[in-house]
């Protein structure tokens, strides 16, 4: 998985310089959030989609995505009931395609790959968060570059995983429906989105739950209220029904809440700088640790660059707000092409 994350960063640079960043023509870009997920190790299993905007695409078009996600993550709790130690990386590569269809719907599929592994990062991290005084989660007297994600309950081993695993995630099939959009004089966007997502991962490797779950949600966009200072702000809120799956079973909420919002700036016309915030509440139950049962945040900061012949690149970078409930360091990169 290491090299498919290499050649993941590889392309999006050759794409980038390829094209030269010469500044495009007409109106403003129109801004997008950026596609993140959550890469907590047992969260990811489970169908939370990605935010995504709520300008769909145009009938007869298609959107072609590549995104790469990789998270550092340390967290180590401990009770006369339970224990758990999320020590490790993880990185999620997405292939995916959206179809614009007539009447304002849109149809698409995700097709991840997941990896575990104990990753480059630790050292780097620690510095960090010693320079700048952030709170370390114990991580300071942990052996850099581990993987260790394990979980035990009434002494029991719930999973455990100590040696790089990869494969295919679950599949996410996806659905949209415009329910208003307006281009002039600035764009403005309402979108009803849906999600299955469909189990194909294996759970005892952490790349799937087993599960099958839907998803709906309701985004909107706006750069029509702040055109005068080229913002945009987008945002949503929606839904999440978890089926039976094969990861803390006993302890699995059935339902949980999700949303983003998030404000763009385009200073120029093929740069815009975005900040993002994302959560859920929590997925689990009967547990005193923040890092399984809590309501969960992340902020996003990062560049999206719009290059011709209708190329789009996102850089990224995540980190908790809430600490212990997410990664510590998330990177999010992207590339889209359309047709």
Not at 6 to 16: G, S
Not at 139 to 158: C, F, V
Not at 305 to 327: G, K, Q
């Amino acid at each position: 998985m290491r090299y498919l994350g290499r050649f993941a960063i590889i392309f999006f640079l050759l794409n980038a310089f390829s094209f030269h960043l010469v500044p495009a023509h007409g109106a403003p870009p129109e801004i997008d959030p950026f596609y993140t997920r959550h890469l907590n190790p047992v969260i990811q299993l489970f169908g939370l989609p990605p935010a995504e905007g709520a300008a769909l695409v145009p009938a007869g078009r298609l959107d072609t995505r590549l995104f790469f996600d990789g998270s550092n993550n340390f967290s180590r709790s401990s009770s006369a009931v339970e224990a758990l130690l999320f020590d490790g990386e993880t990185y999620r590569t997405t292939l995916g395609f959206r179809l614009g269809l007539p009447k304002g719907l849109e149809v698409g599929i995700d097709i991840p790959f997941v990896a575990h592994e104990g990753g480059i990062f630790d050292g780097l991290i620690s510095d960090f968060h010693e320079t700048f005084g952030f709170v370390a989660n114990s991580r300071d007297d942990a052996e850099n570059n581990n993987l260790n994600y394990r979980y035990e309950r009434d002494g029991i081993t719930r999973f455990s995983i100590d040696e790089p695993v990869s494969g295919f995630g679950d599949i996410l099939l996806s659905g949209g429906l415009q329910l208003y959009r307006r281009e002039k004089p600035a764009p403005r966007a309402l979108a009803l989105r849906a999600y299955l997502k469909l189990p194909v991962g294996e759970a005892k490797k952490l790349t799937g739950s087993n599960s099958t779950d839907f998803a709906l949600s309701l985004a909107v966009s706006d750069s029509a209220w702040l055109a005068e200072w080229r913002l945009t702000l987008y945002g949503a809120l929606g839904g999440l029904v978890m089926g039976d799956g094969e990861v803390l079973e006993e302890q699995h909420r059935r339902l949980a809440g999700f949303g983003y919002a998030g404000i763009g700036w385009a200073p120029l016309r093929w740069m815009a700088l975005k900040l993002q915030v994302d959560g859920h509440t929590s997925f689990f139950n009967d547990s005193e640790f923040e890092a399984i049962n809590s309501w969960s945040t992340q902020l996003a900061g990062g560049f999206t660059f719009y290059l011709p012949r209708e190329v789009v690149i996102d850089v990224a970078i995540l980190e908790n707000i809430l600490v212990e409930t997410a990664p510590d360091v998330s990177l999010h990169l992207g590339v889209q092409k359309r047709f």
